[in-house]
């Protein structure tokens, strides 16, 4: 159990470390400018006054932002709420980060309501005639936990960050 939990902290950690580096950060603060300055085909969140939208951004000038998901949108700087960065594999990260350390306290936390100490001893289950190990139930817990919130990260992309707020 010990080895097993040593090794998805390490492996998580590494994991987010990576993630931090990710190549298209806002600078400090939160204006036009900054929208300026990012690179076309940012993947971008474009929250206006009446909808939103995800897409890829293709220019940026004084007045306008134009993005394309499917087909051109153009909007109005005077209509633009917010602009956020997606941050697809971060976000996928920190949920399987999560998920593992769930899925590893729920997969010992099943085993030990199981346990059976006065046959088996304190280490082991028994289910249906079977011995099965704590440490197993909390590895097939870690792996279905970082599997669910790795793929809820990916696909809500939770962490997103603003990189333009309108005043």
């Not at 010990?2 to 806002?26: D, E, F, G, I, N």
């Not at 099943?110 to 704590?134: E, N, P, Q, R």
Request: hydrophobic letters at 40%; proline letters at 4%.
């Amino acid at each position: 159990m010990k080895r097993t939990l040593v090794l998805l902290l390490v492996l998580a950690s590494a994991l987010t470390a990576t993630a931090a580096q990710q190549p298209v950060q806002p600078p400090a603060g939160s204006n036009w400018q900054h929208v300026q300055m990012l690179p076309k085909g940012t993947s971008i969140y474009v929250y206006s006054r009446t909808s939103h939208q995800r897409c890829d951004l293709a220019a940026v000038d004084a007045d306008t932002l134009t993005c394309v998901h499917d087909k051109e949108v153009v909007f109005q700087r005077t209509n633009i709420a917010s602009i956020k960065l997606a941050h697809h594999g971060r976000s996928s990260l920190i949920g399987l980060a999560i998920g593992a350390g769930a899925g590893i306290g729920i997969g010992y936390g099943i085993a030990a309501s199981h346990a059976d100490t006065t046959v088996c001893g304190l280490g082991c289950v028994t289910v249906s005639d079977k011995t099965i190990s704590k440490p197993l139930y909390s590895t097939m817990g870690a792996l279905l936990g970082a599997t669910v919130g790795s793929l809820t990260g990916l696909f809500t992309d939770f962490s997103r960050s603003t990189v333009y707020k309108a005043p």
